[in-house]
């Protein structure tokens, strides 16, 4: 009999990407779709990268190692050593995006019905590797009314059962831009070294910091080494979002040595994009302080302009590039597929991520959506004011 899996039917849609058929429906009509949806940034990938790219003189595009090319694992090692993250080329496994990095930590540490206790709302692709793995979400439900801070520690004490095996957490978060503080983190490493578990950061936002906020990397938690798994990514580092690079990084002998079977099974990370990759590491330190500052001023524009709108919450991100807005409405899902079916203002419509998507826990997230401040500051003005003026139309339907 022809079946799906159960896991398939389980498997859930993108809230970032489930709604591109209507926004492609909309640009057909010759409407301008402003993309608030994805975090994929318009700054310009560094030029040693490219040249990288456009320099590669081999025969043959080969296999590399299926830990990633060595002299690229150094490079990053020497990397992460000049952020004051004290690891070595043997704690680093290449992968192909951050997004194989997580999945294989979680098959890497879980079994099916094992438990991973995530603050929500987390990135939606936790859903996804999960559902892959066989592995159950435990949700950490923290609000915007509190900025989306971690939620008390008895609280997490309260849900650790035998079958947890981690904590995962995103830092800076997306979709929150929610930035752990020092104290957090000594008090997530108290937690799992009191109960053995694997600590998981996704820690691909750690540049994008603002205000004078600091990030504090998972690696540098003293006396849970063995208990810690970092992922990282140079997608929003590098503006390389399609080379699909990331790494795994752990001080845990037993699980690099447990990835590289799942990394084995893959064959290979890119080739010619770990090229690039190692070649970008070497972009001058000017690069990263115009595109956080960038991103900061991105980021002072949207706020200003969404709270002149009435109704509407939002809190000001510490990190990364997203946020989550509240809306004066019950059902962000058919507000965004609205936008890009009935609406437009002057010829111009939004494209947003509805939130409950970014929750596992039912319910969550209903009247909320996430935007990426991935356009310029003139962009961002005008897809607010198109938010905007499509409210006032929709709350009166």
Request: a negative charge.
């Amino acid at each position: 009999m022809l079946t799906i899996s159960k896991k398939g039917k389980n498997m859930p849609e993108s809230p970032i990407r489930k709604l591109a058929p209507y926004a492609d429906i909309a640009i057909e009509k010759g409407l301008k779709v402003y993309h608030l949806n994805i975090g994929q940034p318009d700054i310009k990938t560094p030029e040693k990268a490219l040249a990288a790219i456009r320099n590669f003189d081999g025969d043959i595009i080969e296999y590399s190692p299926s830990a990633g090319y060595e002299s690229y694992r150094r490079k990053l090692a020497t990397l992460y050593q000049s952020q004051d993250v004290n690891v070595n080329f043997e704690d680093i496994l290449i992968t192909t995006g951050g997004s194989e990095a997580l999945l294989f930590a979680l098959a890497a540490i879980t079994d099916p019905g094992d438990e991973i206790i995530i603050p929500e709302p987390f990135y939606a692709n936790y859903n996804a590797f999960a559902t892959s793995t066989g592995a159950t979400i435990v949700p950490l439900t923290s609000s915007i009314e509190s900025g989306f801070a971690l939620p008390s520690f008895d609280t997490i004490d309260d849900l650790i059962t035998p079958k947890t095996k981690a904590i995962l957490i995103c830092n800076p978060g997306n979709p929150t831009g929610y930035l752990y503080s020092e104290k957090e983190m000594l008090q997530l490493a108290t937690l799992v070294k009191k109960y053995n578990l694997f600590l998981i950061a996704d820690e691909v936002y750690r540049e994008f910091t603002y205000d004078g906020d600091v990030h504090h990397s998972v690696m540098n938690l003293k006396d849970v080494e063995p208990n810690v798994i970092m992922i990282d990514s140079v997608s929003k580092r590098y503006s390389m979002c399609g080379a699909r690079i990331g790494c795994l990084v752990s001080k845990n002998k037993e699980i690099i040595a447990t990835v590289l079977k799942f990394a084995q099974a893959r064959l290979s990370p890119p080739t010619i994009e770990q090229i690039a990759c190692e070649a970008a590491i070497d972009t001058a330190d000017g690069y990263f302080e115009k595109v956080v500052d960038e991103y900061r001023q991105r980021r002072n524009t949207l706020i200003t302009e969404l709270d002149k709108i009435e109704g509407l919450v939002v809190t000001k991100p510490k990190g990364a590039f997203y946020c989550i807005v509240q809306l004066p409405i019950d059902d962000a899902e058919h507000f965004a597929k609205w936008l890009l079916e009935s609406y437009d203002y002057n010829g111009e419509t939004v494209m947003v991520a509805p939130a409950s998507g970014f929750y596992s826990t039912p319910g969550m997230g209903m009247n909320q959506i996430r935007i990426a401040y991935v356009l310029d500051r003139e962009e961002l003005k005008k897809a607010v004011t198109v938010l905007k003026e499509a409210l006032l139309v929709y709350t009166k339907k």
